[in-house]
C-alpha cells in the first residue's frame, strides 16, 4: 500500500503573506495544528504548526498583527511522493522526528498530508478486514 491510499486529501493552507493572527484563528476554526504554506505552483513551501506560533511568536514576544507566516514557518519540511510505499514513509518519519508530511505529486504539487494517525488508522482498518 502506498502513502497516496491513507493521506488526507483535504489540506489547510496559509498564505506567506498573512498574519500570523489570521492563521492561528483559521487553525482554532477547523480545529487543525498545522497549514501548508503553497508555492504558486502548489508546491509546499513550509508549515506553520501551533509548536511555530507558540515558539517563534509568543515565546519572542511578536506582535501576531503584524508578523507573517513567513517570517516564522517551519522551511524545512520534507515531502513524500504519493506513490512511497506506507513502511518506507513511516520509517522516513520516525528518523527525523516528524508527525506530519506533505504529499506530493511527480511534478511535486500538494495532494494531501500524511501523519502519524493516517497510519494507526490504517493499520486498525487492516486489521479488521485483515
Given at each position: 500500500m502506498t502513502v497516496d491510499r491513507i493521506c488526507v486529501r483535504e489540506v489547510d493552507l496559509a498564505e506567506a503573506n498573512e498574519t500570523v493572527k489570521a492563521a492561528a484563528q483559521r487553525m482554532a476554526a477547523r480545529n487543525v495544528g498545522t497549514l501548508v504554506v503553497l508555492d504558486p505552483q502548489r508546491r509546499p513551501l513550509g508549515m506553520l504548526t501551533d509548536r511555530d506560533l507558540a515558539l517563534r511568536v509568543v515565546g519572542r514576544g511578536l506582535?501576531?498583527?503584524?508578523?507573517?507566516?513567513?517570517?516564522?514557518?517551519?522551511?524545512?519540511?520534507?515531502?513524500?511522493?504519493?506513490?512511497?510505499?506506507?513502511?518506507?514513509?513511516?520509517?522516513?518519519?520516525?528518523?527525523?522526528?516528524?508527525?506530519?508530511?506533505?504529499?506530493?505529486?511527480?511534478?511535486?504539487?500538494?495532494?494531501?498530508?500524511?501523519?502519524?494517525?493516517?497510519?494507526?488508522?490504517?493499520?486498525?482498518?487492516?486489521?479488521?478486514?485483515?
Open positions: 506582535d501576531p498583527l503584524s508578523t507573517l507566516v513567513s517570517e516564522v514557518m517551519t522551511r524545512e519540511i520534507t515531502r513524500i511522493a504519493e506513490d512511497t510505499p506506507i513502511e518506507d514513509a513511516l520509517r522516513r518519519m520516525r528518523s527525523l522526528g516528524v508527525r506530519r508530511m506533505p504529499v506530493v505529486d511527480g511534478e511535486g504539487a500538494l495532494i494531501g498530508i500524511v501523519s502519524v494517525d493516517d497510519f494507526e488508522q490504517a493499520m486498525i482498518r487492516f486489521k479488521r478486514t485483515g
